[in-house]
């Protein structure tokens, strides 16, 4: 059907369609919780959510960049983590030091988090319809007020970081999408 002919007015769904929509969301969430990392509750640190949204609160984001800039994060430090961890051995970890390929691995990744988080929330940022965009000259002056001193480049290599380690999917289905789904067949049938 060409895109043209298919007009479907904002909260005009048909059910069958609701209910495709829904089983797909029920169907990728079952996989996607089938190939979650084991390390992957290690990341729900409720601190970590708080930073987020603390961030997304100062720079008067909407609320929703800060949940979806979480889950960004845990997508891609799970990824990453294990990219890492299942890597050859780094220099800084050879074998006549005492240190272990993953302190050596977390040691790394202790300076790089702090920019890692934020730059999840740039992206998250640049995904909402309903926020404005963080630019990176508002991320540096941001970061420099916190006391992180960094640069233009150092936030574009670190979204690119993210974005190739996401392998650029920014998008999944999160409790969100299902909410907004169940919200139109709860409206649908209020209606009838």
Do not use: W
């Given at each position: 059907?060409a895109?043209?002919s ?9 059910v069958d369609l609701?209910?495709?929509?829904l ?9 996607q ?6 390390c992957?509750h ?9 930073y987020i949204?603390?961030i997304t609160?100062?720079?008067?984001l ?15 430090m ?7 961890l ?15 390929h ?7 990744i ?11 929330v740039?992206?998250?940022s640049?995904l909402?319809?309903?926020?404005h ?15 992180l001193?960094v640069?233009?480049q150092?936030?574009f290599e670190?979204?690119?970081m993210?974005l ?7 998008n999944?289905p ?19």
């Amino acid at each position: 059907m060409a895109l043209s002919s298919f007009r479907c007015k904002f909260r005009e769904t048909s059910v069958d369609l609701l209910t495709d929509v829904l089983i797909d969301l029920n169907n990728r969430n079952k996989d996607q919780l089938n190939s979650v990392s084991t390390c992957n509750h290690n990341l729900r640190d409720k601190r970590v959510t708080e930073y987020i949204l603390l961030i997304t609160e100062e720079l008067r984001l909407d609320p929703l960049v800060g949940y979806h800039a979480v889950e960004l994060l845990q997508r891609f430090m799970v990824k990453h983590l294990t990219d890492l961890l299942t890597s050859h051995t780094p220099q800084d970890a050879a074998a006549d030091r005492p240190t272990r390929h993953e302190d050596a691995i977390f040691d790394e990744i202790k300076e790089k988090f702090p920019i890692i988080v934020f730059s999840c929330v740039q992206l998250a940022s640049k995904l909402s319809l309903h926020s404005h965009i963080i630019t990176n000259s508002t991320a540096v002056h941001f970061l420099h007020s916190v006391g992180l001193s960094v640069s233009k480049q150092t936030l574009f290599e670190s979204e690119m970081m993210i974005l190739k380690g996401l392998e650029f999917r920014l998008n999944s289905p999160n409790p969100l999408t299902y909410v907004e789904s169940l919200l139109e067949v709860l409206e649908r049938s209020l209606r009838q």
